[in-house]
């Protein structure tokens, strides 16, 4: 069989991102086409390598698998791709300096759930939401193509906050996986256990702990604020789809506080009228900063 062009590869990333409904795929639409078709490829990439271990096909071996994915990511460095979306990934590796090395670390990361499922501290818990999330963050900013290092703290910062709330949003799910990813210490501070998680135990205590992990996760979304406006103004202009996903994630946060924490409700969810709307109005508020001129 012959190999995928790059076109035909293209294609099947940018119909995998779209179908998976996720709420990066909003913040993708307001890109120029050869930015959002390489982040449509790098989605994919990062979904199917997280699915190895998340959602393993009967009889897969997800430590087998990433190895194959650490091969296959090689390979399109060296311009020997066999899978589409490293095919994908391959051209858009002639514009888009991306290091192997932060796709590497991710796939790292990933392979940390198959052998880690609790963590006793915040500082346990970093490297994994560094390697996850963070990571992903700096590989966005060679396809939006910034030019301050300072970028950099902004991209980790928010990978950070959007990790934490993700894991918010799952506590009970990831606990029924036998995954609980925020911090024993936690949890012995303020009086709430694993075990009133399973059981499903609603207390005070719960609210508590819930409290203190929000405000963790906003500090992170305020410390990437502080940095996105030390940034000169041609990386603010580069991020505008790294603060629509600060517009949706956060407001995924802020709606979780105002339920008083649903951890054992559906999953915290904004429609998608509210996350094209968020997308629409910090586009167009990027557009009108971008063209008042400086009072003098």
């Not at 449509?40 to 199917?48: D, E, H, S, W």
């Not at 990386?235 to 802020?254: C, F, H, P, W």
């Not at 915290?268 to 997308?279: M, P, V, Y």
Request: glycine residues 4%.
């Amino acid at each position: 069989m012959n190999p995928l062009s790059p076109t035909e590869a293209q294609a099947l990333c940018t119909s995998y991102t779209k179908d998976s409904g996720s709420n990066f795929y909003y913040s993708f639409l307001f890109l120029p086409r050869p930015r959002r078709e390489a982040m449509y490829t790098i989605y994919a990439l990062c979904r199917m390598v997280d699915s190895a271990v998340d959602d393993p096909p009967p009889g897969s071996k997800p430590l087998e698998v990433l190895a194959t994915w650490r091969q296959e990511v090689s390979a399109a460095y060296q311009g020997q791709p066999t899978l589409p979306v490293t095919i994908s990934l391959a051209a858009h590796l002639k514009d888009f300096n991306i290091p192997e090395q932060l796709i590497q670390e991710l796939i790292s990361g990933v392979e940390m759930d198959l052998t880690i499922t609790r963590y006793a501290t915040f500082s346990d818990l970093y490297p994994y939401c560094y390697r996850v999330a963070s990571v992903v963050g700096l590989i966005c900013l060679k396809i939006f193509k910034t030019q301050s290092p300072q970028a950099e703290e902004y991209a980790v910062n928010l990978g950070l906050a959007f990790q934490l709330t993700n894991m918010l949003r799952d506590l009970y799910s990831d606990a029924l996986e036998n995954r609980i990813y925020l911090p024993q210490e936690d949890f012995q501070r303020f009086g709430y256990s694993v075990d009133g998680l399973l059981e499903k135990r609603s207390s005070p205590a719960l609210i508590e702990f819930m409290k203190f992990q929000c405000a963790r996760a906003h500090s992170y979304y305020q410390q990437a604020d502080i940095i996105l406006h030390t940034l000169p103004p041609s990386d603010q202009n580069a991020l505008v789809v790294a603060e629509i996903m600060r517009g949706v994630y956060s407001t995924i946060l802020k709606k979780i506080e105002s339920q008083n924490y649903p951890v054992f409700g559906p999953r915290t969810r904004i429609s998608s009228f509210q996350r094209l709307s968020i997308a629409s109005g910090i586009w167009l508020r990027s557009l009108f900063t971008r063209h008042v001129a400086p009072s003098m």
